[in-house]
């Protein structure tokens, strides 16, 4: 029988997991990433401790399940977007990886737009810090004795895939996160990447996520133990990954994925830019399909945060208490802008703020705050993607944050959508990096493969729910309004 392997280069952890043909998890592990911050608004990580953690990844599979693991034909990735790893013509990186949350280009996103007025259409997207193109720029200005031997760009999970196969290829999804993708016709665009200082020899093969890419290299086989004829199919970014998970493939297919960071995720079958929100329209990981979406900077991430400064190890029992214990201070607020924020107000500068404490304020209060915060967010996503046109009323959740069913009744209240809940909904990424293998192999076809996985429970909103948090959330949106300029830009 054969097997198939998924792996997620993620921002905290790279995970992976092994799936037999029927798409039943034989063995799964997550090996945890380092992170450096070493200015203000600065985030990198070393591309080498990706590779290492994969290998440690690789590892683990193979013993937790030694038989499936000699049946595997292929292998998936999947990672996070916008990532720039800098190399010189002999493969050798040239310095830290610029990773997504990383707001230090702020400057360059405006001359970019400058030098190519209709940047968000033909991209899907303004010009953004997170993203790759501006990194780049940041580089020439700042670092040119670097860019100067830039001779390729690769992603995060397309790095990964060099030291497995020896190639320079990316697909569609994560392309599109660099804003040198000409979406509409889902190749490089000539005019963005020159505006960049770059030129278009110095980006990977673009294939799409679901095509037989390459092959595992004579020497990675060895180590592995695998054979040379192991596939390694196109994969995809994070965000299109996390749809071919939860089976979000065809028009209005919706969900919202609580990770590190967040997104609000539906699918078009036609490409729709609405730059005018902030809306990210971008190609999907299989042919002729694309989305729309909202990202956040912040989503279970703040939580972690919020749980490290109350002193709390264990998130899942402090939520327990938060559900317990009514609220002692309900006008509490919290902005979750810890990295800035993207859609909708594209402002790296913005940060996390508790407002409204007082001498009666709890820890269980606080975390029901970052709760709010975090779900308010998603809100003002949903307003952006309704002003786009689309106005899902359910949507499926995945990421670490789908794990709460908790959480997820605060983000039903607020949203006012039926969130439904998967089964194996917080393995996301890597279960759609192993689904993109078994496509790649020809293994069944697109329908017959990436179904929605089965439900565990559909959250409605509760009754009463839109006054509750209206007010709140309009206090919300103010509150940000209010404190803009006042967040230090630098």
Known sequence: MASFIGIDIGTSAVKALLVDENQIVLAETD????????????????????????ETAVGRLREG???????????????????????DEADRILRPAILWNDGRSHEECAELERRVPDLGTIAGVPAMPGFTAPKLLWVAHHEPEVFAKVAHVLLPKDYVRLRM??????????????????????NWSEPLVAATGLRNSVMPR???????????????????????????????????????????????????????????????????PYPEAFVHSFAHALPDRWFQMAAM?????????AARLVGEGDIAGLLARVEATPPKNEDLLFLPYLAGERTPHNDPY?????????AATETTDLIRAVLEGVAFSFADAQAALASAGTRPKRMGAIGGGAKSPYWMQIFADVLGVSV??????????????????????GHSDLHTICTAPPINSVIEPSLGAADRYGSKLERYR?????????????
């Open 31 to 54: 090996v945890s990433l380092p992170i450096s911050r070493p200015h203000p608004l600065w985030s990198e990580q070393d591309p080498e401790d990706w590779w290492r953690a994969v």
């Open 420 to 441: 439904v809940l998967h089964e194996g909904g917080a393995k996301g990424p890597a279960f759609g990096a192993a689904r993109l293998a078994m496509l790649a192999a």
């Open 350 to 358: 913005a940060r996390g703020v508790f407002f409204g404490l007082d």
């Open 206 to 272: 673009l294939v799409e996520g679901s095509e037989a890419a390459s092959w595992l290299s004579p020497q990675i086989a060895s180590n592995w133990g695998l054979p040379h004829s192991v596939i390694v199919a196109g994969g995809a970014g994070d965000a299109a990954a996390g749809g071919i998970g939860i089976g979000a493939i065809d028009e209005g297919d919706a969900f919202i994925s609580l990770g590190t960071s967040g997104q609000f995720f539906v699918v078009n079958e036609s490409y729709r």
């Open 165 to 186: 196969t020896g190639d320079h290829i990316s697909d569609m999804s994560d392309a599109a996160g660099t804003l040198w993708l000409d979406e509409a016709r889902r």
């Open 65 to 87: 399940a030694p038989a499936a693991y000699r049946d595997v034909t292929a292998i998936g990735l999947s990672g996070q977007m916008h990532g720039a790893v800098l190399m």
């Open 297 to 305: 900077l912040n989503g279970a991430s703040a939580l972690a945060w």
């Open 478 to 490: 103010r509150l940000y309004s209010v404190l803009k300029a006042e967040f230090p830009r630098h």
